[in-house]
């Protein structure tokens, strides 16, 4: 092999590497709180544009998106990456559609799962969550 193509390969793994060490979720812009109240006028693909994050994960963060194709005013649409003025209530709830639980800074998926008395693979199934470890402050949980 000639150095040319020793080059080539050499710049090919760096970019990879370089492309993989870098990929984090997606972070909402700062001028979307974690806690979006619905206005009139809005729809989840809006609120996800402007706040700067994909709709998949705009649903991942609200579950309760897959059981319904309307959003009003005033209903409660939480940001993933979404910055905390002062911060937010995170704990557990109750709503039109049941008991939830907004995860907080340092909550495991295990200690939630102890909380409601069901078990880990119970609330990963439940919210479509594929790696235990990787939930985040301000996520919706259903038990």
Same mark, same amino acid.
Request: overall charge positive; proline content about 4%; hydrophobic content about 40%.
């Given at each position: 092999?000639?150095?040319?193509?020793?080059? =080539?390969?050499?710049?090919?793994?760096?970019?990879?590497? *370089?492309?993989? !060490?870098?990929?984090? +979720?997606? =972070? &909402?812009? *700062?001028?979307?709180?974690?806690? %979006?109240? #619905?206005?009139?006028?809005?729809?989840?693909?809006?609120? *996800? +544009?402007?706040?700067? #994050?994909?709709?998949?994960?705009?649903?991942? !963060?609200?579950?309760?998106? &897959?059981?319904?194709?309307?959003?009003?005013?005033? =209903?409660?649409?939480?940001?993933?990456?979404?910055?905390?003025?002062?911060? %937010?209530?995170?704990? !557990?709830?109750?709503?039109?559609?049941?008991?939830?639980?907004?995860?907080?800074?340092?909550?495991?998926?295990?200690?939630? &799962?102890?909380?409601?008395?069901?078990? #880990?693979?119970?609330? =990963?199934?439940?919210?479509?969550?594929?790696?235990?470890?990787?939930?985040?402050?301000?996520?919706?949980?259903?038990?």
């Amino acid at each position: 092999m000639n150095s040319k193509r020793i080059f =080539q390969i050499l710049m090919v793994v760096a970019l990879l590497t *370089a492309s993989f !060490a870098t990929a984090t +979720r997606a =972070q &909402a812009w *700062a001028s979307c709180p974690s806690v %979006y109240y #619905v206005q009139p006028g809005d729809w989840l693909a809006k609120i *996800a +544009r402007n706040c700067g #994050v994909s709709l998949s994960s705009l649903y991942a !963060a609200n579950p309760w998106t &897959a059981y319904t194709y309307y959003i009003y005013p005033g =209903q409660v649409i939480y940001i993933p990456g979404g910055y905390d003025s002062g911060g %937010y209530y995170c704990g !557990a709830g109750y709503d039109y559609y049941g008991s939830y639980y907004i995860v907080c800074r340092g909550d495991t998926l295990g200690g939630i &799962a102890m909380y409601y008395g069901v078990t #880990v693979d119970y609330l =990963q199934w439940r919210n479509g969550i594929s790696n235990a470890n990787r939930i985040y402050a301000g996520q919706l949980i259903r038990p």
